[in-house]
Structures are given as structure tokens and as C-alpha cells.
């Protein structure tokens, strides 16, 4: 068999969402002794074609759900040479969990048999976890925590306060003829507080909703910090940013990297973007802490 060509047209049958030849493949490729690794590898580059059908419109949502059911089934198929040939290469600990609100777990399970799949021990928290369960549960870990944060929100209110203004832009430009009618996100808020629903950007805010962000702050004790790693998008030329550099100061900084890597801020996007250098950057202080 030769391997190459095997592991492409597995790609080929993933990406076409050919679910039982994807799965002979498989097994043919592990009878034949290819590397576990390599057939995951493949796996994910064909997650990434079926991905990139879905956004040019060539998928729909199920053709999701049947590719991410294809790659499970591969995992779990592989789970067992997986565990054998990394025996001795624990790479470390992950805690997964869809966030409050959300019940989607596609990719969530796809990352979790491809974490299980690299050696990582994954503690599973489920859909519409409360952000105070993923708090609760690091605390009580007893070992000293390695993080590593992708473009933290330190706080809940200005973070709350950059959405609300979508709102206010877009009400101006709705009002433009009407120079009696104007809006800012104080009055938005106190429409918030008298229980009033609005919708910004697609998205239902809530009283409780944002009575909760609004009270959310990014803390970390500095004595369970082993390792922090804070990876910001944007000019790398321009350095992290103030409020960045601010929160760091209580931060061990032998325990501490924090890195600009280049390309458009979260807030300069209109679309999703696939950003790189921030994954690059994320596998390189992965790998340097051994995970």
C-alpha cells in the first residue's frame, strides 16, 4: 500500500462525507501499521476541507455534523494504537466545555478525540456551561496551572460597553434624518436594567445576560501560575496593548510570555479569519512547554 496515496484519498472520502469507505480505509491503514498519527493528521486536513465547502456554501450544517460523525468514528477506531504508541508522552491536561448558551458541540468533539488522540487528558464539561463551573473547576486543582489566553477580555463591562455601541451606530445611522432622535449606550443600558431585551448584532441581550458580563473581571491568583502564556492580533510593531501591559504587572514575569503576533485585530474583522500566525504562534509555546 503505498501510504502517500492512501492518506490522500482518505482526505478525499472524509471531505466527500463517504463514510464507510472512509472507515475501511482506516482500518486497511492501521492493519498496514501507518502511523496513528499520520491517519489523524489527515483527518484534520480533510475537517479543514469540509470547513472550507461550508463557508463557500457548498455544504450545509448537516454536512457538518456528518463529517464531524466520520471523524469521531476514526478516532475512536484509532484510540487504542494511540494510547500504545504514546504511552510515555502524557502531554498534559485540557478542560472543554461549550459556552453558556451554547449547545453546539461539533468541533467540541472533534477537538476532544483529537486531543484524546495526542495524549492530553480532557475533561469534558458538556453544552451551556456556566462560566462559573470552568472557574470552579480549576480552582480546585491542585497543581500549579499553565494558561494560555487568546485576546483576553479583561473586563466584562468595557467589553460590554464595545458591544452596545455596534447598537448605537447602528441606530445613527437609522436616525440620520431624524436629528431630534439619538441614542448612547447609557440609555441602552438603563433599557437593559427595566427588562427590555434589545438585539445587537444578531445577538438577544438580556438583563441577566449582562448583568452578569458587566460584573466579570479576568483575575488569576499569581501564586498557582506555572506558566502564562497571552497571545494578542494586531500590529506587533504596536506592542501589546495598555490595558495588556497593566494586568501583566501582577503577573509573575519569569512565569510569563506575552507576544504580538501580526494580523487584524478581533474587532477589525467583519468575517471569520483564520489567523495563522496565532496558531503557529500557539503551537510554538505549546511545544516549549512540552504539551
Not at 88 to 114: E, F, M, P, W
Amino acid at each position: 500500500m503505498d501510504a502517500d496515496q492512501a492518506l490522500l484519498q482518505l482526505i478525499a472520502h472524509i471531505a466527500d462525507l463517504e463514510e464507510p469507505e472512509a472507515l475501511r480505509l482506516t482500518q486497511a491503514l492501521s492493519d498496514a501499521g501507518i502511523d496513528a498519527g499520520a491517519i489523524v493528521q489527515a483527518c484534520e486536513r480533510a475537517m479543514r476541507e469540509v470547513g472550507q465547502r461550508y463557508e463557500q456554501e457548498e455544504y450545509y450544517l448537516s454536512g457538518l455534523i456528518m463529517a464531524g460523525e466520520i471523524m469521531r468514528e476514526i478516532l475512536v477506531a484509532l484510540q487504542p494504537r494511540l494510547q500504545t504508541e504514546r504511552e510515555n508522552q502524557a502531554s498534559g491536561r485540557v478542560l472543554l466545555g461549550t459556552v453558556h448558551g451554547d449547545i453546539h458541540d461539533i468541533g467540541k468533539g472533534i477537538l476532544k478525540g483529537a486531543l484524546g488522540c495526542w495524549g492530553y487528558s480532557v475533561t469534558d464539561l458538556g453544552v451551556n456551561v456556566p462560566p462559573e463551573r470552568f472557574v470552579e473547576h480549576v480552582q480546585a486543582q491542585p497543581a500549579p496551572a499553565r494558561v494560555i489566553f487568546w485576546q483576553p477580555v479583561l473586563s466584562g463591562d468595557a467589553y460590554l460597553g464595545q458591544f452596545l455601541r455596534l447598537k448605537v451606530a447602528a441606530q445613527a445611522l437609522a436616525t440620520a434624518a431624524e436629528p431630534g432622535v439619538r441614542a448612547d449606550t447609557r440609555a441602552l443600558r438603563d433599557r437593559l436594567a427595566a427588562g427590555e431585551t434589545l438585539e445587537v448584532a444578531g445577538y438577544a441581550l438580556t438583563a441577566a445576560l449582562t448583568d452578569g458580563l458587566a460584573r466579570a473581571r479576568l483575575e488569576l491568583d499569581p501564586a498557582r501560575i506555572e506558566r502564562l502564556v497571552w497571545l494578542e492580533v494586531g500590529r506587533t510593531e504596536s506592542g501589546l496593548m495598555p490595558a495588556s501591559r497593566k494586568w501583566l504587572e501582577g503577573m509573575p514575569a519569569e512565569r510569563t510570555v506575552a507576544e504580538v503576533v501580526e494580523g487584524p485585530a478581533c474587532w477589525q474583522t467583519q468575517e471569520t479569519t483564520e489567523s495563522h500566525a496565532l496558531i503557529a504562534a500557539t503551537l510554538s509555546r505549546l511545544a516549549e512547554a512540552g504539551c
